[in-house]
Nanobody, 116 residues
């Protein structure tokens, strides 16, 4: 079992920045990759960024150049640095962990609201 707790969301003006955190606990060694997803009201949840244990990263086209995913293996925490926020970035952001056995775990989400 893996437990994930997100934090760092909030209300910010367009052009601002936020850093989201996702603290993992439990069977840390079973995690193959971690990711951030987001879900805007009335829309499907979408993948934003992923990071492997080795630090390889991928990003959705909509966030490339503005979002940066990173991980601190000592603190078992994954971060999402969000710069140049746009109103369309408004969404609930969810942390996700995938294990080597194919299990998926989700955090409870943290809300990001961008005002224009």
């Amino acid at each position: 079992q893996v437990q994930l707790v997100e934090s760092g969301g909030g209300l910010v003006q367009a052009g601002g920045s936020l850093r989201l955190s996702c603290a993992a606990s439990g069977s840390i060694g079973s995690i193959a990759a971690m990711a951030w997803h987001r879900q805007a009201p009335g829309k499907q949840r979408e993948l934003v960024a992923t990071i492997t244990p080795g630090g390889s990263t991928t990003y959705a086209d909509a966030v490339k150049g503005r979002f940066t995913i990173s991980r601190d293996n000592v603190r078992n925490t994954v971060y999402l640095q969000i710069n140049k926020l746009k109103p369309e970035d408004t969404a609930a952001y969810y942390c996700n962990a995938n294990t080597y056995r194919g299990a998926w775990y989700w955090g409870q989400g943290t809300q990001v609201t961008v005002s224009s």
